[in-house]
């Protein structure tokens, strides 16, 4: 009699899109992102936008699903943190901006988090500056902000 596996396979992606030690994102590669943080600040000033238009646009779904999930997991929520993750990020011109975006959404701790979070950063940025950047993160992030 043989052992139950523990754990489920891991899905093999579809297409050419994959984050690991290399990124290969396909025809995103290249393509601005957003942090969650920001995509929350995004579709929150649409949204504002629309409803003072005075035209009526119907909620969905959809959209309601996504607000709550920015909700819960944006780090940030004052948009001048926001403007200050981004600006941090933005210094880090050798980095993806998809490689960014993670940084500034994962919010991790260590550098070491950071490396085994997204494995495409290293060899990309020094230890010790990753470190530096992820403690003024940290910095940013205050938990009234929360």
């Known amino acids: 009699m043989s052992a139950q596996p523990t754990s489920r396979t891991r899905e093999q992606p579809q297409g050419d899109e994959e984050a690991?030690?290399?990124?290969?994102?396909?025809?995103?590669?290249?393509?601005?992102?957003?942090?969650?943080?920001?995509?929350?600040?995004?579709?929150?000033?649409?949204?504002?936008?629309?409803?003072?238009?005075?035209?009526?646009?119907?909620?969905?779904?959809?959209?309601?699903?996504?607000?709550?999930?920015?909700?819960?997991?944006?780090?940030?929520?004052?948009?001048?943190?926001?403007?200050?993750?981004?600006?941090?990020?933005?210094?880090?011109?050798?980095?993806?901006?998809?490689?960014?975006?993670?940084?500034g959404s994962l919010c991790c701790e260590t550098a070491e988090e950071a490396k085994t979070l997204i494995p495409s950063l290293a060899g990309k940025i020094p230890d010790q500056d990753l470190q530096d950047l992820l403690d003024e993160i940290t910095r940013l992030r205050s938990f009234v902000d929360q």
């Open 20 to 103: 690991s030690t290399e990124l290969k994102l396909g025809e995103f590669q290249g393509v601005p992102t957003l942090t969650l943080s920001e995509a929350r600040l995004l579709i929150n000033a649409v949204l504002d936008h629309r409803s003072t238009s005075g035209r009526e646009f119907p909620e969905t779904e959809m959209l309601r699903s996504t607000q709550d999930y920015l909700d819960v997991f944006a780090r940030f929520k004052q948009k001048e943190n926001i403007e200050a993750v981004e600006r941090l990020l933005s210094t880090l011109t050798d980095l993806e901006s998809f490689e960014r975006s993670q940084l």
